[in-house]
């Protein structure tokens, strides 16, 4: 399982191992944490009193000197996992929920007529509405979108990376996500 990184404020930071998360806590550098404990590691034996090092793993840990991620302040970076995501693995044209493997990311404005390849102009479309607006605006192709596109906030594109989130993760992020966010549905 991996740990959510944060800086002293809060702010997300990475998804970070298990193993990454203990030479913090052995560096002394975890200001504070939230959740229970999911792992707990076991070192050496200690010569003078003869007791067991450990380190208790926690979910979420926020992490003492780090400078403010550059990410909080731009956009997130596009892919399509986290596009599929976004959309709930719905057709933006049909609105069929569809695998993975049969979703398409679809230019509303295609990117042979100017349209950039970003947050914005990007909706899941399965393969058979894709090839049918083809080269089209929806509108020339007389198809209408059920949803918007939007950028998601640090806290969604933490939650859309697809990671296996557990229970204290997920309510921590969630907490921070716009109730307008498809990821509230």
């Known amino acids: ?18 193993r990454d998360a203990a030479v913090l806590y052995a560096c002394d550098a975890v200001a504070w944490t939230l959740g229970d404990t999911f ?7 200690q010569r003078v009193s003869g007791l067991q090092s450990r380190i208790e793993l926690h979910p979420i840990i926020a ?6 991620s550059r990410a909080w302040r731009q956009a997130p970076a596009l892919s399509n996992l986290k596009l599929f995501n976004r959309d709930r693995q719905i057709c933006a ?3 069929g929920h569809f695998h993975f493997d049969e979703l398409t990311r679809e230019h509303i404005t295609p990117v042979s007529r100017g349209g950039a390849d970003s947050w914005m ?3 899941t479309a399965c ?4 090839g049918r607006k083809g080269n089209r605006l929806p509108e020339e192709a007389r198809m209408s979108l059920l949803y918007l596109p939007y950028v998601p906030s640090l806290h969604e594109d933490m939650i859309l990376r697809g990671r296996r989130i557990v229970a204290d993760q997920m309510d921590f992020l969630l907490a921070s996500v716009p109730r307008s966010s498809r990821l509230h549905a």
């Open 121 to 123: 102009n990007c909706i």
């Open 63 to 68: 992490v003492r000197g780090t400078v403010p």
């Open 39 to 45: 792992q707990v590691l076991r070192g050496g034996i």
């Open 93 to 95: 044209y049909c609105g």
């Open 1 to 18: 399982m991996d740990v959510l990184q944060l800086d002293v404020s809060g702010r997300p930071q990475a998804w970070i191992a298990a």
């Open 127 to 130: 393969r058979a509405c894709n």
